[in-house]
């Protein structure tokens, strides 16, 4: 049975692809999440295409320029080159104008295509459904697979939209159901978001991969490296973010839009005040984040409803940070809230876990794979605020515990490693490539590689 599986997990390492073209249109690898677009499919993009380039599988990253001061191509890491495709202004587009900027980006795709000798690029793997639409046309183009990833699906995001939020377009609708049938294989994150793909898409249950994400270990960690051990390290973290050392400190941490549901955290700890006064002498809720999607035609609406809620006094709002700041922020916190209406996975509660750190989280989409409930964190079912001020309280009140659960959570996110998903992800390419009439092609031998 060994030399089996040995003989086929050798046949699948030669069958990976040599150089992956992965398209990324909407949002750049190289952009700080928490603002604007950009968001867990970043850090996605960046962590599988490192640790992909780690095993073997050079990755080029194609996204739409959004500034002169960019060169056309960045090295992100040993093996990953980021590209940056000139296709409409570099400033003012929305992601729902940028429909009509795809023929442009498709045309400087091939072009970077057409500069090499054939056979460059083994394989395509698109995220998002507007990055799907220029791969199927690449692929089919150059004779290679797609491997195509939703992150999000309007149909999903449609039937769970917060109020006052815009229902994303019957457009995008259809074009992610021809990206479901053009693509080679399809990645979930999660057996729902599999199963999602095949209700809702009609997608082929034997096309679709459920890999899991991961999560950076080495940043997000209960303590900094060199650092004192927890729980010296959420005093040290504490200190350096001005946050007083008893305080209790729900965090909110994300792209601030009626989707990410943040007002269901501040009408959660309006009610929580009311219900116990005393709490407010040490109550800090940070909220990590600058407004995006529909949430930017009102930047200020989440300022005025703290002012409004009477509750300014407790919250801090701050504008997003790189990774190891948000770390340090994670390590501070009591508890991460995610009240979101949608998440495929949710990789913050991840991160927020491997840092020691408890979830109280909407049970939708990832986030009941990403939490373990009772265990690593707290689920709640609907976005009723008084059901997360319950939640909220129930940890204010048992500093046990919230310990025990950030023990927990620290070890559930360990299992999470990027490595592991990279490992998957390369296998689905290998199954892709396998399957597809093309296979793997000669290649020619030049002197530029």
Known sequence: MSHHLSRFRALSRHRRPRRVAMLSVHTSPLHQPGTGDAGGMNVYIVELARRLAEIGVEVEVFTRATTAALPPAVELAPGVLVRHVAAGPYEGLAKEDLPAQLCAFTHGVMQTEASHRPGYYDLVHSHYWLSGHVGWLAAERWGVPLVHAMHTMAKVKNAALATGDSAEPPARVIGESQVVRAADRLVANTDDEAHDLVHHYDADPARVAIVRPGVNLDVFRPAPPGGPAAPGARAEARAALGVPQDAFVPLFAGRIQPLKAPDVLLRAVALLLERTPALRERLVVPVVGGPSGSGLTKP?????????????DVVRFTPPVAQEALARWFRAASVLVMPSYSESFGLV????????????????????????DGVTGLLVDGHDPADFA???GRLAADAALAGRMGAAAAGHAAGFGWDAAARATADVYAAAIAGHPGGVRPRLRSPHG
Not at 300 to 310: D, F, I, M, N, V
Not at 349 to 367: I, K, R, S
């Open 300 to 312: 200020e609406a989440l300022q005025k409803l703290a002012a409004r809620l009477g509750i300014c």
């Open 349 to 372: 509660a991840l991160e927020a876990q491997a840092c020691g750190t408890p979830v109280v989280a909407a049970a939708v989409g990832g986030l009941p794979v990403a939490v373990r």
């Open 390 to 392: 319950a939640a909220l």
